[in-house]
């Protein structure tokens, strides 16, 4: 392994677990243990553990489980940028479903980190698309 990809997987370690003591500081603010988390989550105690001591990521499913549920700040807890939680937008009491979905997405496309891998995904799509365009032509 040579200098700078040492310097990046140690950058990686410390991202993980900064981003592992945070996802800790929010498990506690809602009054959950590892235990009850993971039970709610629908998976093993030890994943809870690996995220918050940063052997591992939390994936992108759990995390917009617990900014549906909670209101969790994703992009407070990639960057420690703004507040924990989210302060929900009034809306109308009586909405269509469609509606609240689309309230959801606007939500989520205010955090910059998910904005960002939204579109790098909308991205990756077109190529795609304009690959298979490509090929049906020939």
Known sequence: MNEID???QNDDN?????LGFRFLMFR???GKTEMELASELNIPEAKINDIETGVVYPEIAL???LYKTYGLNIHWL???AGHMFIKKKSRPEKTDPLYD???ELIDLMEVPAVEQAIK???TEIRALLAL???EDNK
């Open 6 to 8: 040492n310097k990046m």
């Open 14 to 18: 410390l991202t993980k677990k900064e």
């Open 28 to 30: 506690k603010a809602i």
């Open 63 to 65: 995390l917009h489980y």
């Open 78 to 80: 990639l960057t420690r």
């Open 101 to 103: 979905r689309y309230a």
């Open 120 to 122: 790098a995904a909308l």
């Open 132 to 134: 298979g365009k490509q």
